[in-house]
């Protein structure tokens, strides 16, 4: 297991933050838009296009459907994976500047009324 990670790169900025959790509700389309939506707005975020949202719709495992989703942000981007049958997210944030990761989980976890979560920021 990698524990350590080497900073090949010390003069190029990088936040990374992965949440992960079980959400209540349940989840399509228009709801991962949502999300990107809001976490953009309390987090001061600028997108530079609109988010992909695909789904296997029965492509694949039955336990891997759900959606996988990506909006490109003017300082890199937010990818989305959600498993709809075990109400699971993983999600990570990927930026060239500083945030508040703590803001971030706690938009997180109250959009998606997460019933547990964890995160690790890198």
Do not use: H
């Amino acid at each position: 297991m990698v524990t350590y990670m080497e900073n090949l790169a010390p003069n190029l900025k990088r936040q990374r933050l992965l949440i992960e959790g079980f959400f209540a509700g349940s989840v399509d389309e228009t709801r991962v838009r949502d999300y990107f939506a809001r976490i953009c707005e309390k987090m001061n975020f600028t997108a530079y296009g609109d988010p992909i949202v695909v789904s296997p719709k029965g492509l694949g495992k039955e336990e891997n459907q759900g959606y996988d989703a990506f909006l490109p942000l003017i300082d890199s981007g937010i990818s989305v994976y959600i498993w709809s049958g075990s109400k699971f997210f993983s999600i990570i944030f990927y930026t060239c500047k500083d945030f508040d990761a703590d803001k971030v989980v706690e938009v997180t976890k109250s959009f998606w009324k997460s019933t547990k979560t964890a995160q690790m920021s890198f």
